[in-house]
């Protein structure tokens, strides 16, 4: 029997993923480029701050200016080196923020561009071209961002799972 209950109702761990889609696939180029790393950012603080010391000091890592993990270059590599995000994840996460980096400092930016085009080619979690279907720079970004945002969509309760605990070393 096909359960009827709406999507929010039987899928609640996706609602936030269903928020970014609807919202992703309205945007303009520079738009999409920065919800889905804004996006990323934000499932990387919450998988950190999940995985360390439940205290005030993994918020002082994470949260204010100049906090050491506020950004996502540092998030990103912060996860990787506590095994949060696999090598691949990480790898693909620096694509993708280069991509946005390019969009947020340069107001002409195109999935157009040469350099742009290039950073999307090479994303490992895209989609790509097919028979006679040209997915294209946008099309690459966005699946290959979309992929790694449902990866780690679930990544904050599982890290949490794993939380670390602080224990008395020997002496």
Known sequence: MHDQRPFEETHPHLREFKEFLDASNKESERGLALICAAMLDDLLEKSIR????????TARLLDGFNAPLGTLSARALA???????S???YRECEKLRK??????HNIH??????NVKDLCANLELSTKDYGEVRVGARGQ???????????????????????LKYSRWPY
């Open 50 to 57: 999940a995985f360390l010391l439940d205290h005030e000091a």
């Open 87 to 89: 090598e691949k994840e």
């Open 99 to 104: 991509v946005r980096n390019i969009f947020a």
């Open 79 to 85: 996860a990787f080196a506590l095994g949060v995000l």
């Open 109 to 114: 930016a195109s999935f157009s561009d040469q």
């Open 141 to 163: 970004y966005a699946t290959a961002a979309t992929a790694l945002i449902l990866n780690l969509t679930n990544r904050p309760h599982y890290a949490g799972l794993r939380r």
